[in-house]
């Protein structure tokens, strides 16, 4: 799949995700997880990631494929989750 293409599907699924959890009032432990790894980063400006730039509670909700060691491949730039 064409890189734009799998960018945009990343931000379509975390914001739908995002919206959904917002008018459901649920999250799961995975994105809680994330969120909690990304508050405490030194790249975390103001809830936006200054290394890919993406909004962080967006971000966090996606489901990216993940290595072995459940780390994600196109999720983390600094591979923390």
Known sequence: MNILLKKIKYIFEGY?????????????YKSRNRYN???QCE???HGICEKCGCIIKVKVKVDFLE???????DGCPERKW
């Not at 290595?67 to 491949?73: H, P, V």
Request: hydrophobic fraction near 30%; aromatic fraction near 16%.
């Open 16 to 28: 739908f995700k995002y919206i959904k959890d917002l008018i459901y009032n649920t999250s799961t």
């Open 37 to 39: 790894i990304c508050k």
């Open 43 to 45: 790249f975390n400006n």
């Open 67 to 73: 290595d072995e060691n459940g780390i994600s491949l």
